[in-house]
């Protein structure tokens, strides 16, 4: 079988089970089973194929027609500038939360030797995407799950940014390590009912930890605005995700703990995603 055979035939099982990116995903799919680049596959559509790598290009259309992600088969995601390893331990990274990283630049232009605090650290990609570009920072990742924070020390030594950073696993109501210039947390944010209703690539496979935020959404977000209002030193910068719909519930609850709203800014698809605050 030729390699563009072989990617018609998996575009068309994925285009069955109505996975909208197919021909991508399977192009995708035929780089990892062959080891080489997608422009290749595109390049070489009549190279033949040899059997060892069929049965494993097979096996990963499979995977991937049962609508588990991309990024927990490819074992990682693409996230600001650079690659992370994920699985299915961890939260993949989106696109949306890259403006996270982009406010906390902005805030943090003209600033040295600051100390990051991120709640809910995960797979490291927000905390370490900043320590990759800010040579001089220093940073705190927690998180209750011991697996978020093994994939997020693997991140760590990927980025070269391991030696300026320290994670704990703890629930946030229990930390109490030092004072911060900045805390982020791109918390999760939820409603437990509506999990089920989510694409099937996330409520099947993504870990309904990093998801579920309680009956209104916002009982995890609660706990991250009170413990950062705790841990931050006075005119410190707190930048958080939010639903599409919490606006105007979480800026409430930022103002009732003693946060000035400074900005919000919506995502890719003009929804409300993340606001930034200081501590006055």
């Known amino acids: 079988m030729k390699i563009w055979s072989a990617v018609m035939e998996g575009t068309d099982i994925l285009k069955n089970k109505s996975i909208l990116s197919a021909q991508l995903d399977t192009e995708i799919l035929m780089s990892k089973a062959i080891n080489k680049n997608r422009e290749y596959i595109i390049l070489n559509h009549d ?12 096996k990963l259309v499979q995977e991937r027609a049962t609508k ?24 993949i990274p989106r696109p949306d939360t890259e403006i996270i990283v982009e406010q906390i630049l902005k805030v943090t232009k003209n600033k040295k030797n600051l100390r990051i605090l991120d709640i809910g650290v995960g797979s490291g990609c927000i905390l370490l995407s900043i320590l990759k570009e800010k040579k001089n920072f220093h940073g705190t990742g927690i998180d209750i799950s011991k697996n978020s924070l ?7 030594k990927k980025l070269f940014v391991d030696e300026r950073v320290k994670f704990f696993q703890s629930d946030v109501d229990k930390f109490d390590q030092g004072k911060y210039d900045l805390i982020v947390s791109n918390p999760p944010y939820i409603n437990r009912n509506k999990i089920k209703y989510l694409e099937s690539d996330v409520s099947k496979f993504e870990p309904r930890l990093a998801l579920d ?5 916002l009982s995890v977000v609660r706990k991250v605005i009170k413990k950062s209002s705790e841990l931050l030193k006075k005119n410190g910068k707190f930048i958080l995700e939010i639903g599409f719909d919490q606006k105007s519930k979480v800026i409430k ?6 946060f000035y709203i400074n900005s919000t800014t919506k995502d890719l698809a003009n929804n409300d995603r ?3 605050s200081i501590k006055i």
């Open 150 to 156: 093994d994939i997020s020390r693997i991140n760590a």
């Open 47 to 58: 190279e033949a194929l040899n059997e060892k790598d069929i049965k494993y290009f097979k």
């Open 274 to 276: 993340c606001i930034v």
């Open 68 to 91: 588990k992600p991309i990024a927990y088969i490819l074992n990682k995601k693409f996230f600001w500038k650079n690659e992370f390893y994920v699985n299915k331990n961890t939260l």
């Open 213 to 217: 935020g309680g009956l209104d959404g």
């Open 253 to 258: 609850l930022l103002n009732n703990k003693g």
